[in-house]
């Protein structure tokens, strides 16, 4: 079974750009939970979408968000980038609010 | 405070050893439990997962809740160099995911 996917491995982009982040949640699963793992600091919480709707979002300003596709998909979508969201982002999926989730192997944002 | 606290560490153990994660919590809410293995660079790795209060076992890993302490511990048991990596818990409940700040564990041959 294909585990959590997402894309693109590494990206790189200037300050003021958008930065777009896809994930591919496993088969099956249709909650998707997008984190932000910057250097030295642990997973912070960014958004969670469940059958297409956005449930909840962390303490992150507007310009982080997100959609959910009808094929359980998402995308992170980051504008105005800033050199501080320079981070592992990580997207991790699960069948129902509660069960566990798994991750899968980020995508690196570099803003320079 | 902190909704979730883990002790970054770093611990250092001996091969064989057995090895005690802990993290504490302050919110009630928190209803499901899960211990995640992080290599560097990588996502996070699930080990365990849990709901109820007790210790659940696989392998040489064992899951420990008490809700009523608000405290939950994973343990390894003959711990492995291939075991080096840091430690992440992670809490589920009020529609939100708090994950602790990870220990980093080095496991020596």
């Known amino acids: 079974e294909a585990g959590v996917t997402q894309s693109p491995t590494h990206l790189i982009k200037t300050r003021g750009q958008q930065a777009t982040l896809r994930c591919s949640p496993i088969s099956g699963h249709t909650s998707v939970y997008w984190y932000q793992q910057a250097l030295g600091l642990g997973l912070q919480f960014l958004l969670w979408y469940d059958e297409g709707e956005e449930r909840n979002r962390g303490n992150f300003p507007p310009r982080f968000s997100g959609r959910q596709f009808p094929n359980y998909s998402s995308e992170l979508n980051v504008n105005a980038l800033e050199l501080e969201d320079s981070a592992l982002y990580l997207c991790a999926s699960s069948g129902i609010q509660g069960d566990e989730q798994y991750f899968g192997p980020g995508t690196r944002l570099t803003v320079t | 405070q902190k909704e979730v606290e883990q002790d970054p560490g770093p611990l250092s153990v001996p091969e064989g050893a057995i090895v005690s994660l802990n993290c504490t919590y302050s919110n009630s809410a928190f209803q499901y439990f899960m211990w995640y293995r992080q290599y560097s660079r990588k996502g996070p790795e699930l080990l365990m997962y849990?709901?109820?209060?007790g210790n659940k076992e696989d392998g040489r890993f064992t899951a420990q809740v008490d809700k009523s302490s608000k405290y939950i511990s994973l343990f390894i048991r003959d711990s492995q160099p291939s075991d080096s990596a840091t430690y992440l818990c992670?809490?589920?409940?009020?529609?939100?995911?708090?994950f602790g700040a990870g220990t980093r564990l080095f496991v020596k041959a």
């Open positions: 849990t709901y109820s209060s």
């Open positions: 992670a809490m589920i409940g009020g529609f939100k995911t708090i």
